[in-house]
């Protein structure tokens, strides 16, 4: 006997007896070569497990060679600095080398001396590039 209610519906937690029209279903064991089944599944597995290793091996090979990468890039920094180091120190050698002071000290350890002002020569360019002198 179903009770109805207005504000609850409980005809939904009382048992029914199966209709004539009611469909039952039946677990029907599906008969596969299971050697067949086992085979497919032992490949599928060695499948993944080969794509896995494969991926594996590729990313340690690619933190192998960022590492080599990197230790090179630091090796040619620190030859970087040392030759800059190096340039900076034979720039200042060459700068004292030629100062004004010591090209004037050797001058005149050969014996030479500055010229006079009636020493010097003008010449003046009237038409464009060539010069000529007296």
Do not use: C
């Amino acid at each position: 006997m179903v009770r109805e209610n207005l504000a609850y519906d409980f005809s939904r937690f009382e048992e029914r007896k199966p209709s004539e029209h009611s469909v039952q279903l039946k677990l029907v064991e599906k008969k596969n070569n299971s050697k067949k089944a086992m085979a497919k599944s032992v490949w599928a597995n060695l499948l993944v497990f080969v794509a896995v290793a494969v991926f594996v091996v590729a990313l340690l090979f690619s933190y192998m060679r960022s590492n080599e990468l990197s230790s090179a890039i630091r090796a040619a920094e620190k030859q970087n600095h040392e030759l800059t180091s190096q340039n900076t120190l034979l720039q200042v050698e060459i700068d004292r080398t030629f100062s004004m002071k010591t090209v004037s000290e050797l001058a005149e350890d050969y014996g030479m001396v500055k010229a006079e002002k009636y020493q010097y020569k003008y010449f003046t360019v009237a038409e464009g590039d060539r010069v000529d002198a007296e």
